[in-house]
């Protein structure tokens, strides 16, 4: 259960971070396309930032700060990769467009911008350094009943989402 804790944890927290950014920047609270507070691809993000930076540091014979270098760059093409895949399968499956990247100087298409993927490098980083620790305390304490009604709701949601945005 720890990981599907995890993963409900940090998509909720990229859910608010993404709403906040959203409305500080554009006057609206949205992210994502479900309707439920939490944002699947920062879920998986999180999840995949932290695997890898626990594979470099446990791996690696190098030190401190090439084991940090060589985790930025990771970060920078798996989280590239995914929001790029994201943006793809929400456009091709739901004919949404939730960002465009053209705008940015370093934009490749509309889904990829290097500010943008330097970005979520720098957000890996906090992630690992400042909210996992704390995540690492509260996770623990999540009743299991907790984590099977998060489940129903988030699979309810699921097929609400595409049932209603494949219209």
Do not use: R
């Not at 309707?35 to 014979?61: D, R």
């Not at 270098?69 to 739901?94: D, K, M, N, Q, R």
């Not at 490098?121 to 099977?148: C, H, M, R, S």
Request: charged share 15%; with cysteine.
């Amino acid at each position: 259960m720890p990981i599907i804790n995890c993963f409900f944890i940090y998509s909720v927290l990229g859910f608010f971070f993404e709403a906040t950014y959203n409305l500080i920047t554009s006057n609206h609270f949205s992210s994502g396309i479900m309707y439920g507070p939490w944002t699947p691809i920062y879920g998986i993000g999180a999840i995949l930032t932290i695997q890898i930076h626990k594979f470099i540091f446990e791996k690696s014979n190098q030190n401190k700060f090439v084991k940090n270098l060589i985790f930025f760059i990771a970060i920078i093409i798996v989280l590239t990769i995914l929001e790029w895949l994201g943006g793809i399968l929400l456009e091709s499956i739901f004919h949404e467009t939730l960002w465009n990247y053209k705008n940015y100087k370093f934009h490749i298409g509309k889904f990829i911008a290097l500010e943008i993927s330097l970005s979520w490098a720098v957000l890996g980083f906090v992630l690992v350094y400042l909210i996992k620790p704390i995540v690492d305390k509260i996770e623990p304490k999540i009743p299991k009943i907790i984590t099977i009604i998060l489940i129903i709701l988030y699979v309810i949601d699921t097929v609400v989402t595409i049932i209603t945005k494949l219209k």
